[in-house]
């Protein structure tokens, strides 16, 4: 394939993270405006449904992604994700009712599910060996650009609120909650369109052509993931998954309103401020894309360990020393900023990478279920943290687990660069 073509159709699959990063932030600034719509603003178990229902079809959506992928191939699954996206994006803005609401929520996450293990892993398929890592961090960007995305229509649509006792009787109690929604549904539609052009992994048809009847070996080749021999890569995938997201970056974007007025500031300073972690969140991604070849997937790995756990111990000194203003803010973007150039993106590009091609669709199904997993558990877990630590604790808490695993990772991690798949499996799966 020439490489003007290769570009074209790692930026539509990379479509699937756009939607993911928007419809997984989405929900944040949407949250004050359909909490008082739906009389909920008092009750924190139902404040946890809504918030948690798209993180359980992401589970949903995570768990059946490879078994899928390897009977029916990438391409009709990211279909299927775009179809997700949009019939969630138009649903949740309209329902009036809560249940259905919520519904309509673990519906995307079914989407985000698919497209967070088959987006990564359709680029890496189709990538050439030299730009592989480059391309697969195209999806991080791509998911960062969604969480930026959101966060200014957010942003937008939140502004001349007034008071929050109020909220139910303005516009954006009323409309403007479900616009944030509605606006995921051009992104969506245009991802539906361009999925039908492009093909289908050529790895996948390989795979095909060599095992036979996919629909016969589905099941041997699920089993074949927990064989002896792929169970070092198998645990380094999952601690890599689990790790980008109990390293407690993302607690920033799902608790920002939180973080920010323990932090001395009030609600429309709160939203700016976020806007402003967005921003850098997708510049620094640009740096992950332009250094993954040079540096490659291992030492910016660590960097990203290290990095985090010593912004996180400074963080959590500095909200134990009740420090305030902008020095906080700083200590915030440092911290997405590191992330963004780091664990965001070279998580995806090496689970992409170190599974064979008979394993892959399954094994990172597998991971992405444990990422979703660690991403449920830290969101649930955030709330209880902070009331019963403090947030200096909590964040000392996750520079403690970063330090972990920056262990780990100096021990056990490999470095993918240059080398292609074919290479990798080989050296992988050898044994120690």
């Given amino acids: 394939m020439k490489k ?7 930026c539509v699959a990379a479509m699937g993270g756009l939607l993911f990063g928007y419809d997984w932030v989405v929900i944040g600034g949407a949250k004050p405006f359909y909490e008082a719509y739906f009389n909920i603003a008092d009750n ?18 995570a768990l059946i992604a490879g078994m899928m992928a390897d009977r029916f191939g990438r391409k009709p699954l990211l279909i299927m994700a775009s179809i997700l996206f949009l019939t969630s994006a138009v649903a949740t803005g309209a329902f009036n009712d809560f249940t259905m609401f919520n519904l309509a929520r673990f519906w995307g996450g079914i989407g985000i599910g698919l497209a967070s293990a088959l987006s990564p892993m359709y680029i890496a398929e189709v990538a050439p060996t030299e730009i592989r890592g480059k391309l697969v961090s195209l ?27 109020d909220i139910l009787n303005t516009w954006n109690g009323q409309w403007g909650w479900r616009w944030m929604f509605w606006a995921e549904a051009i992104p969506a539609g245009l991802f539906l369109i361009l999925a039908f052009f492009i093909p289908e992994s050529p790895r996948y048809i390989a795979m095909k052509q060599t ?15 927990f064989q002896k021999k792929y ?30 007025m323990g932090a001395g500031y009030n609600v429309d300073s709160m939203f700016i401020n976020i806007v402003v972690t967005g921003i850098a969140n997708v510049l620094f991604t640009f740096v992950a894309i332009y250094t993954v070849e040079k540096l490659g997937r291992r030492r910016l790995m660590l ?17 134990f020393m009740q420090v305030q203003g902008i020095f906080m803010v700083i200590l915030v973007v440092l911290a997405i900023s590191c992330y963004a150039m780091t664990l965001g993106p070279i998580t995806w590009v090496l689970l992409s990478e170190i599974f064979p091609d008979r394993i892959r669709g399954v094994a990172m199904a597998v991971c992405t279920f444990a990422l979703w997993v660690g991403c449920c ?11 019963a630590l403090g947030t200096y604790g909590t964040f000392w808490i996750y520079s403690a687990v970063c330090i972990c695993s920056f262990v780990y990772l100096f021990r056990c991690c490999p470095e993918t660069k240059g080398k292609s798949l074919e290479e990798l499996e080989k050296e992988l799966t050898a044994k120690p």
């Avoid at 178990?45 to 798209?54: C, F, I, L, N, S």
């Avoid at 999806?139 to 006792?165: C, K, R, S």
């Avoid at 980008?244 to 993302?250: A, H, V």
């Fill in 303 to 319: 960097i990203g360990a290290g990095g985090l756990g010593l912004i996180y111990l400074t963080l959590g000194t500095c909200y």
């Fill in 44 to 61: 924190p178990v139902m404040q946890g449904v809504a918030m948690t229902a798209a993180n359980l079809g992401c589970l949903f959506g």
């Fill in 139 to 165: 999806n991080q960007m791509t998911i960062v650009l969604g969480i930026l995305g959101a966060q200014i229509v957010n942003m937008l649509l939140a502004q001349n609120v007034g008071d929050v006792q």
């Fill in 231 to 260: 169970s070092r890569i198998l645990v380094l995938g999952l601690v890599i998954a689990v790790f980008q997201q109990w390293c407690g970056t993302n607690v920033i974007f799902n608790y920002a309103q939180e973080i920010f």
């Fill in 211 to 225: 095992s036979g009847d996919l629909k016969n070996s589905s099941e041997s080749v699920s089993e074949s993931v």
């Fill in 4 to 10: 003007g073509f290769i570009y074209f159709i790692c």
């Fill in 377 to 387: 558990t830290l969101t649930f877990t955030f709330p209880s943290l902070n009331a």
